[in-house]
């Protein structure tokens, strides 16, 4: 099994910026791809970013140039830097974590942006 546990959500004003980090433990396999879902309310959960362990990243369209994605390894810890943040990033974010087998998630942070 693999845990996650999210952490630096918060409420932020427009322009600002935030870190959101994740620490994975349990039985983790040296390849895998950990990211950030987020679910803005009565939207779907979507994709913000996500890194693999070879440090491939994605990300959507709606964050390229404003949010950065970082792991590191030897922590199994990964992180999403956020800047230039808007009231429409407003959402619970997830982080994943997934590999051959198995799929995981975090219990989710809030990220709240005003205007």
């Known amino acids: 099994q693999v845990q996650l546990v999210e952490s630096g959500g918060g409420l932020v004003q427009a322009g600002r910026s935030l870190r959101l980090s994740c620490a994975a433990s349990?039985?983790?396999?040296?390849?895998?791809?950990m990211g950030w879902y987020r679910q803005a309310p009565g939207k779907q959960r979507e994709l913000v970013a996500n890194?693999?362990?070879?440090?491939?990243?994605d990300y959507a369209d709606s964050v390229k140039g404003r949010f950065t994605i970082s792991r590191d390894s030897a922590k199994n810890t990964v992180y999403l830097k956020m800047n230039t943040l808007r009231p429409e990033d407003t959402a619970v974010y997830y982080c994943?974590?997934?590999?051959?087998?198995?799929?995981?998630w975090g219990q989710g942070t809030q990220v709240t942006v005003s205007s």
């Open positions: 890194i693999n362990s070879s440090g491939g990243t």
């Open positions: 994943n974590y997934r590999d051959r087998g198995r799929n995981a």
């Open positions: 349990g039985s983790i396999f040296s390849i895998n791809t």
